[in-house]
């Protein structure tokens, strides 16, 4: 059983810049997460699908992130434009019952 | 609202030794409470949950975690630790029927041999 793949692990971007990152769900896990990862903040979620339903949208992160779910397989977040305070993991999960995490993004905005 | 503290953000302990990482949690029903173990540039890891039932749960590699709910607390332990159980361990609630997880700060745990 293949779990959550993000790729790429890595992404070095140019403020302003747009970048895309990927995420592949576990097979049958109806709901999948975005999660930011820093030292400071600790995990904050970004976005929540149930059923590629977008549920949640993160608040405060609506402004320059777009996650999408255009089927149940795949799901991607759009940063646009990136800023040097957007350096972070971004983290990608699926659940079914139980959260199983991706091995992340490490996006650098220089 | 919920809550998770894990009050100590690093704990370092000899290998062999035994272990005990804290976690209260702040919520008014009974949550479903998660530890999980994050290793360099991986992802967060399972590594025990508790729904229902015996507040003592196994987990995986030895560790097992307590649920007191007269404390609100959640602490994980190991009887032994192993250098390679270093690592960063998260501990985490949701409520029962309810997607979002809230997790803690993290525990920065350091075996030194």
């Known amino acids: 059983d293949a779990g959550v793949t993000q790729t790429p692990r890595h992404e070095v971007a140019e403020k302003g810049q747009t970048i895309i990152l990927k995420c592949e769900p576990v097979?049958?896990?109806?709901?999948l997460f975005w999660y930011r990862q820093t030292k400071i903040q600790g995990l904050e979620l970004l976005s929540y699908f149930r059923s590629k339903s977008l549920m949640e949208d993160g608040g405060a992160f609506k402004d320059r992130f777009k996650a999408e779910m255009l089927n149940s397989s795949f799901s991607t977040l759009k940063i646009q434009p990136t800023e040097p305070k957007d350096s972070a993991v971004y983290l990608c999960?699926?659940?079914?019952?139980?959260?199983?995490f991706g091995k992340g993004t490490r996006l650098t905005v220089v | 609202a919920q809550s998770v503290t894990q009050p100590d953000a690093r704990v370092t302990v000899s290998e062999g030794a035994s272990l005990q990482l804290r976690c209260k949690y702040s919520?008014?029903?009974?949550?479903?409470l998660f530890w999980y173990v994050q290793y360099p540039r991986q992802g967060l890891q399972l590594l025990l949950k508790y729904y229902s039932g015996d507040p003592v749960v196994q987990g995986v590699n030895g560790f097992e975690a307590e649920f007191i709910k007269s404390n609100s607390s959640f602490h994980l332990r190991k009887a032994s630790v192993h250098w390679s159980d270093s690592a960063v361990y998260f501990c985490?609630?949701?409520?029962?029927?309810?997607?979002?997880?809230?997790f803690g700060a993290g525990t920065r745990l350091k075996v030194i041999a």
């Open positions: 999960a699926s659940s079914r019952t139980e959260v199983f």
């Open positions: 919520y008014s029903g009974t949550p479903y």
């Open positions: 985490a609630v949701r409520r029962t029927g309810n997607y979002k997880y809230v």
């Open positions: 097979s049958g896990h109806n709901d």
